[in-house]
């Protein structure tokens, strides 16, 4: 099959070092990942309000952040002979998986208060409590920017239930590395594709920190929301006079899973709480976000990480959701050896309970996103990379792009016009809790729901 090679690997004389951290941002490449905070070993960065790197102090000069910095580039072919073997070849779907089940932590509390089955604390709590694990590096709200997460090294049960639930907003939370520099460990990390990224191009070329991480948890991602959007959309429907207190993205209610969803609390005491389950309310907000460095990311299914955990958007022969349980489930790909024997002995320990799966049940769920992220966003780099625009470095080959990937896209640009317009954005977004909004997007379920009655991909 003719493929298609991308572009060569970054100019060395055009980023290099924080100057060449500050093009990144500049180039609106930076994936606000924090690794250039965490990694430095001077503590040259800070992070600015909207969560970019920004220098605090000087620099010597050593690129560790340059060389990290997955905004730039990712060599999977690299990356993945070195976690696989010589058999890894960038272009599955969703990457090498050696084992798959939907699973939920047996602890009532933890799963309880989960975004899905809760199986990332559980399984962090197991590790801390069996003292495999020193502490979890993992994200909770920003107490001074309810809009952001923070990292935290979760090193109590007590931190790790305040780090429960997604977070579909910035979060840089790799800055935390910075304050585990003079610790062996080990430590266990939870993070988004774009996160796993850059600690895995260090872990390549300084193996301390392959020691000091050894277990990565990664989440399935499609995009993460720009704080800036979740503020827009507090303002929009904050009752007068009043400011965004907190936000829970995942928040439960009497009906359990899937219906936990955004809620957001205002100083004055008051809640808004999405009409939506989690995946139509971040649909109707990312309608109106700048998706940024997101829309040039090719890993949905966060294939470097140990274990890769989503929602188990899996349907049955009716339509329906096949693993609904009002307590609520986590789907779970196993890809290395060390996060099947994690798995294993938190199912022996009878910390998780687990049912095994095929691994195509959670393709078939994520399928629309996979697509999206491994060939649509093919497309979109070279289009902007012949348009001469800043592109990441990806040096693999891909598959030409189909004539469907090209219409999708061309649709899907006409939508991102929304985002550049202020006041449109508001339209959309009121239109999109609308009467009217919940109409169509009742439709659209239901249609989903008959297609894959039918045997035919849920789109």
Partial sequence: MKTIPMNSPPDNNRYRNVDGILKVVEDKLCHRCGACIGLCPVSTFGIDRNGYP?????????????????????????????????EYTYGDMMGPVIGACVAHAVDETIRNNAASGGVVTQLFDYLLESGQ????????????????????VARTREELL???????????????????????????LVALPCQIHSLRKRQMVDPRWTKKIP??????????????????????LAPPGTSLAHTRYRQ????????NTL?????????????YGPAQTFNVISRISPLGRCLQCLDAAAEFSDISICDPW????????????????????????????????AVAAGRLSAKAIPPEEIRSG?????????LRTAFRIDVRRKLKMAVPSYPMEFAPHQRKVIVHEVLFWFMRLIPAFKPIRGFFLQLGFSRVGRYLIDRRMKRRERRAAAGKPAV
Avoid at 135 to 152: H, L, Q, S, Y
Avoid at 252 to 259: I, Q, S
């Fill in 54 to 86: 920004m220098q605090i102090d000087d620099c010597i000069e050593c690129n560790i952040c340059v060389q990290s910095c997955s905004g730039l580039g990712v060599d999977y072919n690299t990356i993945g002979e070195r976690m696989y073997g010589q």
């Fill in 133 to 152: 694990i020193k502490g979890a590096i993992v994200v909770v709200e920003d107490p001074e920017n309810p809009a952001m997460g923070k990292g935290i």
């Fill in 162 to 188: 305040q780090s429960q639930q997604s977070r579909y907003t910035t979060s840089p939370h790799l800055h935390i590395l910075n304050t585990i520099h003079e610790e062996e460990g080990p430590f266990a």
């Fill in 215 to 236: 277990i990565i948890i990664g989440l399935l991602c499609h995009y993460s929301l720009p704080m800036s959007s979740t503020e827009e959309a507090a303002a929009l």
């Fill in 252 to 259: 439960r209610d009497e009906r359990g899973w899937p219906f």
């Fill in 263 to 275: 809620e957001m609390t205002f100083s004055d005491g008051s809640v808004w709480r999405s009409p």
């Fill in 314 to 345: 899996i349907r049955d022969e009716r339509g329906n959701w096949k693993y609904e349980e009002p307590e609520g489930f986590s789907g779970v790909l196993i890809r290395t050896k060390q996060g099947a024997a994690v798995v294993e002995k």
């Fill in 366 to 374: 994520q399928q629309q996103m996979m697509v999206e992220k491994k």
